[in-house]
């Protein structure tokens, strides 16, 4: 079962006393107990104990900032391009951006700088993905339409082919498979 920080921290803060007056030995089972128990490499067990003792717990740091490349202007030629070409993934609006965003610009549908222009059309697949990942939600289904559940009754009621052949030849025969079908 994996601690939580906080949790390996009071196990520290618990064993500090006994680390700071042991003697060598007891130290070294003060580290072995620490170690095992939450899991940590012996280095850093002494580096903890030794913060732990000192009574300075260095400061949380602070979330980084996002930062972005490409300016909110340049998020939303992207979604005009995406959706100019039916919302196709980033793999695949990547490669047509080239192509796609002089077009736009030269028929007035697009209104960029010259530089967030070749920043857009030189933009990444995954990129592309994350920033679309907003515009995308709600759009695709989770799961198809189908409500067929597997059952005895179902299994029962669908001639399976065994080795006998069926007669195919006979004016009506029909054969539907309707186990892969996707509704879109």
């Known amino acids: 079962m994996e601690l939580t920080l906080a949790v390996r921290r009071q196990v520290t803060k618990a064993q500090v006393e006994r680390y700071r007056k042991g003697t060598k030995s007891e130290k070294g089972a003060v580290l072995d107990a620490l170690t095992l128990a939450t899991g940590w490499h012996r280095d850093h067990a002494r580096k903890a104990l030794r913060t732990a003792l000192s009574g300075h717990e260095p400061p949380a740091r602070a979330a980084r900032a996002p930062r972005y490349t ?52 030189s933009m990444s697949a995954a990129t592309i993905d994350r920033r679309l990942r907003p515009c995308k939600i709600g759009l695709v289904a989770g799961k198809g339409r189908s409500m067929t559940k597997p059952g005895t009754l179902l299994k029962s009621s669908i001639p399976m082919k065994t080795w006998h052949e069926w007669d195919d030849t006979a004016p009506g025969f029909i054969e539907i498979d309707l186990g892969g079908v996707i509704a879109s």
Request: charged share 15%.
């Open 70 to 121: 490409y300016p909110p202007e340049s998020i939303e030629a992207l979604v005009k391009c995406w959706a100019v070409l039916g919302g196709p993934a980033g793999k695949v609006l990547a490669p047509a951006l080239p192509d796609l965003v002089p077009s736009l610009l030269r028929h007035g549908e697009l209104d960029l700088t010259q530089e967030l222009a070749v920043a857009l059309a």
